[in-house]
């Protein structure tokens, strides 16, 4: 039996990993790569390197074994027909009649077109009969924090999100549920609304920037259509920068705000507060 995760060296791979390096031994871990050069320091921790492609579902022939717990990462090429490449790991879990399928989807309550990929996937899940587990993963800090560079700049926060709060969370808070899940028992045929303990807002994300810099960072609020028309301006793909403005207008509906509390459950701790996460962005 291995704990298997595809997509193991992107953003949230490497720390599911990572985390389980320190749950199991690492012969129980396989971790799913295109590139087996950005897994050498995986590989070389004793953790069982498999090369595959949802792009090429041959290369998933045989990776699984009866009893394995999988998590399907879901992809990021969402001009590659993102349902499709999952439906190629669920087939091949299928046939593997493996323990566990775990999917970091997207919250229930979003409607942004980026979930119509992760609510095909789960149907797909649920149809084939595999034992499941739905991680639905709200928003990163990251997905801010990462990109200050343009809000430091101009000293502004420019979002299409009105008033609208989101309750989001660190990569390693979602990782961490994740390994619990992989690593837990009852677990099987499971949904998990996934976010952080606390909402926020954009003007208090401006208001925190400003705290943490000692500058004068505005909240500025503009439509969907002008925040699609900046993104694509500096250089974001037109149809990658309509679903990212359509997520904006989900968050001003309050489609982003999780109040289940299952992350901080599952984890057994709170989640990251978005100043700490601001703070070591900072300093990175």
Do not use: C
Request: proline share 4%.
């Amino acid at each position: 039996m291995s704990i298997v995760v595809t997509g193991a060296t992107g953003h949230l791979g490497r720390h599911v990993v990572e985390q389980l390096l320190e749950k199991v031994p690492a012969r129980e871990i396989t971790a799913v790569v295109r590139d087996p050069a950005k897994a050498a320091g995986f590989a070389a921790r004793g953790v069982r390197i498999a090369v595959a492609d949802y792009n090429a579902p041959e290369t998933f022939d045989g990776l699984f074994a009866a009893g394995d717990k999988v998590l399907l990462i879901s992809g990021n090429e969402f001009d590659r027909d993102r349902v499709r490449q999952h439906g190629v790991v669920i087939d091949a879990a299928g046939a593997a009649g493996v323990a566990l399928l775990a999917y970091t989807s997207a919250p229930g309550t979003l409607t942004a077109a980026l979930a119509d990929d992760h609510r095909a996937t789960e149907e797909a899940l649920l149809a084939s009969g595999l034992p499941y587990s739905l991680l639905r993963n709200g928003w990163y800090h990251e997905n801010y924090t990462e990109n200050l560079g343009p809000v430091l700049e101009h000293g502004a926060v420019v979002q299409a999100a009105g008033d609208g709060r989101l309750s989001s969370a660190s990569r390693a808070d979602y990782a961490a549920a994740a390994v619990a899940v992989l690593t837990g028992e009852g677990h099987g045929n499971t949904t998990y609304e996934l976010g952080g303990d606390e909402a926020w807002s954009f003007a208090e994300y401006a208001a925190e920037l400003s705290r943490q810099t000692g500058r004068e960072i505005a909240y500025r609020p503009v439509s969907v259509e002008a925040l699609q028309e900046i993104l694509t301006g500096a250089g974001v793909p037109g149809p990658f920068a309509a679903v990212l403005a359509g997520v904006d207008a989900s968050i001003e509906r309050g489609e982003l705000a999780v109040s289940s509390g299952d992350l901080s459950r599952l984890t057994g701790r709170p989640t990251t507060p978005l100043a700490e996460a601001v703070t070591a962005a900072l300093k990175g």
